[in-house]
């Protein structure tokens, strides 16, 4: 299993981006997809994730209502949109893959078993 993920890049205050995970040697069923973020000297945060089975998504409050979380299985590709990004948005952020998680567990990192390399999100001031 292999997941890249892309999309990351300098944008200013209030701008988008769409990051992209593709996923090799992935089935999507019975998955739990999601994002997460690491900014410089900080832990590792959860951003948003997806139960492939059912469809819910799941934010960290802090990105509700400016981030989307949506995949394309046959494509095997999740997708972060992100609007009206914040300087404090600034992180690489990662792509990654559990077998389907309980409500409970999807905003624990521990719990995914398959991660991308990361992309470099930089928000201007």
């Known amino acids: 299993v292999q997941l890249q993920a892309s999309g990351g890049g300098l944008v200013q205050t209030g701008g988008s981006l769409r990051l992209s995970c593709a996923a090799s040697?992935?089935?999507?069923?019975?998955?739990?997809l999601a994002w997460f973020r690491q900014a410089p000297g900080k832990d590792r945060e959860f951003v948003a994730a997806?139960?492939?089975?059912?469809?819910?998504?799941y934010y960290q409050d802090s990105v509700k209502g400016r981030f989307t979380i949506s995949g394309d299985g046959a494509k095997n590709t999740v997708f972060l949109q992100m609007n009206s990004l914040k300087p404090e948005d600034t992180a690489v952020y990662f792509c990654?893959?559990?077998?389907?998680?309980?409500?409970?567990?999807?905003?624990?990192?521990?719990?995914?078993?398959?991660w991308g390399q990361g992309t470099l999100v930089t928000v201007s001031s």
């Open positions: 040697g992935l089935d999507f069923s019975q998955k739990t």
């Open positions: 990654a893959a559990a077998r389907h998680l309980i409500t409970s567990a999807v905003r624990t990192g521990a719990y995914y078993t398959h």
């Open positions: 997806i139960r492939w089975s059912g469809k819910s998504t």
